[in-house]
Nanobody, 121 residues
Framework: QVQLVESGGGLVQPGGSLRLSCAAS????????MGWYRQAPGKPRELVAV???????NYAVSVKGRFTISRDNAKNTVYLQMNSLKPEDTAVYYC???????????????WGQGTRVTVSS
């Protein structure tokens, strides 16, 4: 059983910063890509940023230059540093990971439960 647990969401004023964390736990052999997605009210879920096991990153155009994704492979944890936040960044942020469970020959796609980020004055 593998779980992803996010933390770090909350209420922040425009221009402020937040750091999200997502820790994967359970019987894990290895993790390939880890990423962050978000879903605003009435909108589909969208990719925010993704990072490979080797550290290559990719960002949505809307967050490039403001958000930074990083990971600690030893801790099976991915982070999202969000700076210069805007009201349009308000959403529920979800962690995603491509996990190879221990003893399984197949990679599985796991999601966290989501953490809410609200950017408002």
């Amino acid at each position: 059983q593998v779980q992803l647990v996010e933390s770090g969401g909350g209420l922040v004023q425009p221009g402020g910063s937040l750091r999200l964390s997502c820790a994967a736990s359970g019987s894990i052999s290895s993790i390939d890509d880890m990423g962050w997605y978000r879903q605003a009210p009435g909108k589909p879920r969208e990719l925010v940023a993704v990072i490979t096991s080797g550290g290559s990153t990719n960002y949505a155009v809307s967050v490039k230059g403001r958000f930074t994704i990083s990971r600690d492979n030893a801790k099976n944890t991915v982070y999202l540093q969000m700076n210069s936040l805007k009201p349009e960044d308000t959403a529920v942020y979800y962690c995603n990971a491509d996990v190879w469970p221990m003893g399984h020959p197949t990679m599985y796609d796991y999601w966290g439960q989501g953490t809410r980020v609200t950017v408002s004055s």
